[in-house]
T-cell receptor, first 114, second 114 residues
Framework: DAGVTQSPTHLIKTRGQHVTLRCSPI?????VSWYQQVLGQGPQFIFQ???????GRGNFPDRFSARQFPNYSSELNVNALLLGDSALYLC?????????????FGEGSRLTVL | DQQVKQNSPSLSVQEGRISILNCDYT??????FLWYKKYPAEGPTFLIS?????DKNEDGRFTVFLNKSAKHLSLHIVPSQPGDSAVYFC?????????????FGPGTSLSVIP
C-alpha cells in the first residue's frame, strides 16, 4: 500500500512568489495535517483537515492557507513568500480526528526561498 | 515558548549499550505522548506512544517511561544498533489542547557507534 505522498519533493522560489504543495494521504485516511520543519527544529503544526473541514490552525500568518478535497488529498498554499518560509513542509495523515493516535508522515517538500 | 523540550541536541552511544533520550514538557494538559524517528531525506516515522494513565510502555527494544509529576518522559533503546542512528522527536498532545495538534520537541540526534 502506498504511504503518504507529497509533491513536489524539492522546489526553489523567489521572495514574493506563491507556492502550492500537494499531499495524498494513505488510502482510507480522512485526516490530513501540515507541518513546517525548519532546520534544527521539530515539526511545527500549521493546519489540520478532517472530512474537508479545517479542525485546527497553528500560529502561522494568513499567507498560509490549505484545503482538502473530496478524495481527502490536500493542498497547502503560501502567498508572498519570505526567506523565512524556507523549510521542509511535511504532510501527515491519520484515520481519525479528535483522538490520540499516530500520524503517518510523507517525505516532505523541501522549499527554498531566494 | 517551547512546550516540549529535548535539551540534548545529540547523543552518542556504543552499539549494544542502552540509549536514553530525554524529554520535558511544560503543559500539564498534555495527556498523550509519542516518539518519532527521522532519517535524513525521509519523513518522521512513529516509534512508540504512551498515555498519561500509564507510566511505562514497551515495544521490543523500545521502552518509554512517563513521570507526570516531573513532566518528564524518556525513551530507552536496548540494545542500541547502528540502524538506530537518527533524529528522535518527542511529541505531545491532549484532549484539552487537541489531539489533532501535535506539539514536537526540537529533536535529539542519536549516533550509535559500531
Amino acid at each position: 500500500d502506498a504511504g503518504v505522498t507529497q509533491s513536489p519533493t524539492h522546489l526553489i522560489k523567489t521572495r514574493g512568489q506563491h507556492v502550492t504543495l500537494r499531499c495524498s494521504p494513505i488510502s482510507g485516511h480522512k485526516s490530513v495535517s501540515w507541518y513546517q520543519q525548519v532546520l534544527g527544529q521539530g515539526p511545527q503544526f500549521i493546519f489540520q483537515y478532517y472530512e474537508k473541514e479545517e479542525r485546527g490552525r497553528g500560529n502561522f500568518p494568513d499567507r498560509f492557507s490549505a484545503r482538502q478535497f473530496p478524495n481527502y488529498s490536500s493542498e497547502l498554499n503560501v502567498n508572498a513568500l519570505l526567506l523565512g518560509d524556507s523549510a521542509l513542509y511535511l504532510c501527515a495523515s491519520s484515520l481519525f480526528a479528535g483522538a490520540p493516535g499516530e500520524l503517518f508522515f510523507g517525505e516532505g517538500s523541501r522549499l527554498t526561498v531566494l | 515558548d517551547q512546550q516540549v523540550k529535548q535539551n540534548s541536541p545529540s547523543l552518542s552511544v556504543q552499539e549494544g549499550r542502552i540509549s536514553i533520550l530525554n524529554c520535558d514538557y511544560t503543559n500539564s494538559m498534555f495527556d498523550y505522548f509519542l516518539w518519532y524517528k527521522k532519517y535524513p531525506a525521509e519523513g518522521p516515522t512513529f516509534l512508540i506512544s504512551i498515555s498519561s494513565i500509564k507510566d511505562k510502555n514497551e515495544d521490543g527494544r523500545f521502552t518509554v517511561f512517563l513521570n507526570k509529576s516531573a513532566k518528564h518522559l524518556s525513551l530507552h533503546i536496548v540494545p542500541s544498533q547502528p540502524g538506530d542512528s537518527a533524529v528522535y522527536f518527542c511529541a505531545a498532545s491532549g484532549v484539552r489542547t487537541s489531539y489533532d495538534k501535535v506539539i514536537f520537541g526540537p529533536g535529539t540526534s542519536l549516533s550509535v557507534i559500531p
